[in-house]
């Protein structure tokens, strides 16, 4: 398995067809809700504001996904729904996911700081990456989460 087989692809939302839409949000359903054990809203009404990278394997089958948003005058930009497939986990793909959803929000809203809600076993993944932990520990889902910043000046 190598990491060049792999096609990174953004879309908006309206930009999906019927079929690649079921794909990913079935993609996600399968890793956040099912495997990891957390019943959530992830239809949270956010995705269609949103930019979605797709990643896919040499098959064609998604190897990961992240969705990423700008400033919009009432929240930050994000990046989040950050997943990779069991099978891609450990390739590095997560590092090479991460900073092209930084870059895709750089190139798009320049200076803009980026939010996380990141799950809190990955803290110093994201800190690799710049981010930076601000607040206390909150629940969602039932997994432990931590509000992280890349950009602010005025984070600790």
Same mark, same amino acid.
């Given at each position: 398995?190598?990491? @060049?087989?792999?096609?990174?692809?953004?879309?908006?939302?309206?930009?999906?067809?019927?079929?690649?839409?079921?794909?990913?949000?079935?993609f996600?359903?399968?890793?956040?809700?099912v495997?990891?054990?957390?019943?959530?809203?992830?239809?949270?009404?956010?995705?269609?504001?949103?930019?979605?990278?797709?990643?896919?394997?040499?098959?064609?089958?998604?190897?990961?996904?992240?969705?990423?948003?700008?400033?919009?005058?009432t929240?930050p $930009?994000?990046?989040?729904?950050?997943?990779? $497939? @069991? !099978? %891609?986990? =450990?390739?590095?793909?997560?590092? /090479?996911?991460?900073? $092209?959803?930084?870059?895709?929000?750089?190139?798009h809203?320049? =200076?803009? @700081?980026?939010?996380?809600? $990141?799950?809190?076993?990955?803290?110093?993944?994201?800190?690799?990456?710049?981010?930076?932990? !601000?607040?206390?520990?909150?629940?969602?889902?039932?997994?432990?989460h931590?509000?992280? %910043?890349?950009? /602010?000046?005025?984070? @600790?």
């Amino acid at each position: 398995m190598t990491l @060049p087989d792999l096609e990174f692809k953004w879309l908006s939302f309206d930009a999906f067809d019927a079929f690649s839409l079921y794909e990913t949000l079935r993609f996600r359903q399968d890793i956040f809700i099912v495997e990891q054990n957390s019943a959530y809203p992830d239809l949270d009404g956010l995705d269609p504001v949103c930019a979605h990278l797709l990643v896919r394997n040499g098959a064609g089958r998604l190897a990961g996904y992240l969705r990423a948003r700008g400033p919009d005058g009432t929240a930050p $930009a994000f990046i989040g729904r950050i997943v990779i $497939a @069991p !099978d %891609w986990r =450990g390739t590095g793909l997560g590092q /090479r996911l991460v900073a $092209a959803g930084m870059a895709h929000l750089a190139q798009h809203h320049p =200076g803009a @700081p980026i939010c996380i809600g $990141a799950q809190q076993h990955l803290i110093r993944f994201y800190a690799r990456f710049g981010f930076v932990v !601000d607040g206390a520990p909150y629940d969602d889902g039932g997994i432990p989460h931590v509000t992280m %910043w890349q950009g /602010r000046t005025d984070v @600790p």
